[in-house]
Nanobody, 124 residues
Framework: QVQLVESGGGSVQSGGSVRLSCKHSGQSYSYCVAWFRQTPGNEREGVGV???????RYVDFTKGRFTISEDAAKTTVDLQIDDLDPEDSATYICATRWRINGICPTGRKDYHVWGQGTQLTVSS
């Protein structure tokens, strides 16, 4: 059974950095782990994704402030956010699926296995 557990959220000052983690298990050998974020009343939006070969790509709005990485044991995918802005406040959620023709999508409709999310609040 595939499981995802996020951690690392909390309250952070604007301009600082945070590292969110997604502990994952139960996938096949060729998988994608994506990060999304959601604020109340808004749709869940993609942040970026990493594949099981360690290649990451990002949605345009991330502007180089977001970095997705995976540990060597391939059990945890981290999302680091630098130069935090209050608009980064959201629930951050990771999701996983197998790769499609070697590609990992970033759209929410492409993912069906989700974690519970971790709340990040950025204060000015």
């Amino acid at each position: 059974q595939v499981q995802l557990v996020e951690s690392g959220g909390g309250s952070v000052q604007s301009g600082g950095s945070v590292r969110l983690s997604c502990k994952h298990s139960g996938q096949s050998y060729s998988y994608c782990v994506a990060w999304f974020r959601q604020t109340p009343g808004n749709e869940r939006e993609g942040v970026g994704v990493i594949d099981s070969d360690g290649r990451a790509r990002y949605v345009d709005f991330t502007k180089g402030r977001f970095t997705i990485s995976e540990d060597a044991a391939k059990t945890t995918v981290d999302l680091q956010i630098d130069d935090l802005d209050p608009e980064d406040s959201a629930t951050y959620i990771c999701a996983t699926r197998w790769r499609i023709n070697g590609i990992c999508p970033t759209g929410r409709k492409d993912y069906h296995v989700w974690g519970q999310g971790t709340q990040l609040t950025v204060s000015s």
